[in-house]
Nanobody, 121 residues
Framework: QVQLVESGGGLVQAGGSLRLSCAAS????????MGWFRQAPGKEREFVAA????????DYADSVKGRFTISRDNAKNTVYLQMNSLKPEDTAVYYC??????????????WGQGTQVTVSS
């Protein structure tokens, strides 16, 4: 069982930046690929970004490419999502997730409770 706790959400103006953090309880954190998803009101949860267990491979949704950066610190059991040039359409609850392998294939097995990001225009 892996427990995930997100932090760093909040209210920011359009064009601003936020950094989300996700602390994991996993004994061997590097065994898990990690991902960020988001869910806006009235919409389905959607993929945002993912990173492999070693951090050598990443993937992004087209809507955030060039603006968001996913990274991880395996010594701290933490994954980050740096969000720059935020837009009102980035407003959502952001969820951290963990996959059951070192690569982000299929669906994540574990989820955090989510953190709210609100971007004002």
């Amino acid at each position: 069982q892996v427990q995930l706790v997100e932090s760093g959400g909040g209210l920011v103006q359009a064009g601003g930046s936020l950094r989300l953090s996700c602390a994991a309880s996993a004994r061997t954190f590097s065994r898990y690929a990690m991902g960020w998803f988001r869910q806006a009101p009235g919409k389905e949860r959607e993929f945002v970004a993912a990173i492999s267990g070693s951090g050598s491979s990443t993937d992004y949704a087209d809507s955030v490419k060039g603006r968001f950066t996913i990274s991880r610190d395996n010594a701290k059991n933490t994954v980050y999502l740096q969000m720059n040039s935020l837009k009102p359409e980035d407003t959502a609850v952001y969820y951290c997730s963990a996959y059951l392998s070192t690569y982000y294939s299929g669906s994540p097995a574990y989820w955090g409770q989510g953190t709210q990001v609100t971007v004002s225009s």
